[in-house]
């Protein structure tokens, strides 16, 4: 078992920045993929950015390219999601999600662990 506790979520205006933690207890993460989903109100949950424990290779959704940046903290055993230049679109709750399953992409239908998530809100 993987446990994963998010924080970090508020209330921000447009062009402003948040940076959400993820603190991960349990197995050893050698070998996962530590993701960052979202999910807006009547919408699917979507990918938003993943990075390797081990390595450190990370990947981001096209509309969070260059805004957003994945990176994680091996002895704190917590992922981090730092976010720029935010959005109205930008507002959802934000999902903490850890698998070692992944073979390229995170999906989130296959996700083995997940955290309760952090509400983001991006006012105009």
């Known amino acids: 078992q993987v446990q994963l506790v998010e924080s970090g979520g508020g209330l921000v205006q447009a062009g402003g920045s948040l940076r959400l933690s993820c603190a991960a207890s349990g197995r050893t993460l050698s070998s996962y993929f530590m993701g960052w989903f979202r999910q807006a109100p009547g919408k699917e949950r979507e990918f938003v950015a993943q990075?390797?424990?081990?390595?450190?290779?990370?990947a981001y959704a096209d509309s969070v390219k260059d805004r957003f940046t994945i990176s994680r903290d091996k002895a704190k055993n917590t992922v981090y999601l730092q976010m720029n230049s935010l959005k109205p679109e930008d507002t959802a709750v934000y999902y903490c999600?850890?698998?070692?399953?992944?073979?390229?992409?995170?999906?989130?239908?296959?996700?083995?662990?997940w955290g309760q998530g952090t509400q983001v809100t991006v006012s105009s």
């Open positions: 999600a850890a698998d070692f399953r992944t073979l390229k992409l995170m999906s989130p239908d296959r996700i083995l662990y």
């Open positions: 990075i390797t424990w081990s390595g450190g290779s990370t």
